[in-house]
């Protein structure tokens, strides 16, 4: 009996094409976010908006919160609004990330920095608009929604931003660079806020918007935290592995910086093992929901064989 499900199970996996649903869901997302913004007076800082959001990326933020959604019953037009949202505020965190007074970064996505191209000025304020506009654009843009789940998706929206999520990340990020014994608990309290949070939110809000009751929301929490440090593990492993044409941005820098990453506590080889545990609780999460989430199961798959 065992036996037959976990073949089944390997025949589901094997049988859902993710590379096929990946670039059919970008094109949608990317398409949306294309329509979402047009250049207007002031045009140099919709230009610089519009230059970072549409410079390519996976996709992966806004492609999970359409497929929690979708998992739990609702339709494009009730996610696309805050899928679109998750990758403005993305792409705003990288902005900011990759400033002189942060990163100091001169590429992204394989393309200059926003700063290289506009200057600093203008990729702040770039970035401030792309944050305001993504609020904005859910409030506004999102279909089908009872207001009630629309207002708990902008509030759980808000929290993975803030000081309690990516920001909080990125000041004991900023606080911990140089310092020679930073913690595995610190590391941990970076990545689960700096990256994780924001991942989080794409699978949560997906699934509040779709009507997911607080189990199904509870549970579908704890896949996207897991994927999210997984994901994280592995971004520390490609620093070291991969090359800069594979990064689209310049590869080696936590070496070069002296962060702490997850390879440099454990080690290259237990880090991959570490992240594929990751990867496995993460799916043992979905099993309630059956084949519908097989393209969930196969997003936290293709975390740990990622190359960029
Ligand atoms: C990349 O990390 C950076 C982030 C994931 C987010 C950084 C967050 C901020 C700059 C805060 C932005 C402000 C708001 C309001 C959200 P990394 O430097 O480790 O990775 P990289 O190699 O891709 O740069
Ligand atoms: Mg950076």
Same mark, same amino acid.
């Given at each position: 009996m ?8 390997v025949?589901?996996?094997?049988a +859902?094409d ?19 913004? =047009?250049?207007?007076y002031?045009?140099?800082i919709?230009?610089s ?24 019953g609702?339709?494009?037009p009730?996610?696309?609004? =805050?899928?679109? #949202?998750?990758e ?6 990288l /902005? ?10 001169d ?5 200059? =920095? ?12 770039a ?7 993504? +609020? %904005? +654009?859910?409030?506004r843009e ?9 207002? %708990?998706?902008i ?8 000081a309690?999520?990516?920001? @909080?990340?990125?000041v ?17 309290y970076?990545h ?5 949070? *924001? *991942? ?6 997906g699934? /509040? ?21 997984a +994901?994280?593990i592995? !971004?520390?492993?490609? !620093? /070291?592995t #991969?090359t ?22 454990? @080690? ?14 993460a ?9 519908g ?5 196969? /997003?936290?798959?293709f975390i ?5």
């Amino acid at each position: 009996m065992t036996d037959t499900n976990e073949q089944t199970t390997v025949v589901r996996e094997t049988a +859902f094409d993710l590379s096929a649903y990946l670039t059919r869901q970008k094109a949608r997302v990317e398409a949306a976010l294309d329509a979402s913004i =047009t250049v207007t007076y002031p045009e140099k800082i919709y230009e610089s908006m519009r230059y970072s959001l549409m410079a390519g990326g996976k996709r992966l933020r806004p492609i999970l919160c359409l497929a929690t959604c979708e998992l739990l019953g609702g339709t494009e037009p009730m996610a696309m609004p =805050t899928a679109c #949202a998750l990758e403005m505020i993305h792409t705003m965190s990288l /902005i900011h990330d990759d400033l002189p007074a942060m990163d100091n970064d001169d590429y992204r996505r394989g393309k200059l =920095t926003n700063h290289k191209v506009y200057g600093e000025e203008i990729a702040i304020l770039a970035g401030d608009g792309l944050l305001a506009y993504a +609020f %904005e +654009f859910v409030a506004r843009e999102t279909r089908d929604v009872p207001p009630q789940r629309v207002l %708990e998706a902008i509030a759980r929206l808000g929290r993975a931003v803030g000081a309690a999520g990516l920001v @909080g990340g990125q000041v004991v990020d900023l606080e911990s660079e140089g310092s020679p014994d930073v913690s595995e608990r610190t590391l941990t309290y970076i990545h689960t806020h700096k990256t994780g949070a *924001l *991942l989080e939110a794409c699978v949560v809000c997906g699934a /509040i918007l779709a009507g997911a009751s607080p189990e199904q929301v509870e549970r579908l929490s704890r896949y996207a935290q897991n994927i999210g440090l997984a +994901f994280q593990i592995v !971004d520390d492993i490609l !620093d /070291i592995t #991969a090359t800069q044409e594979e990064l689209g941005k310049t590869a080696g820098k936590d070496l070069q910086a002296n962060k702490a990453t997850y390879p440099s506590l454990w @080690g290259l080889e237990e880090s991959r093992r570490q992240a594929q545990r990751l990867v496995e609780q993460a799916k043992a999460e979905l099993a309630p929901f059956g084949e519908g989430a097989a393209p969930l199961s196969a /997003i936290a798959d293709f975390i740990t064989r990622r190359t960029n």
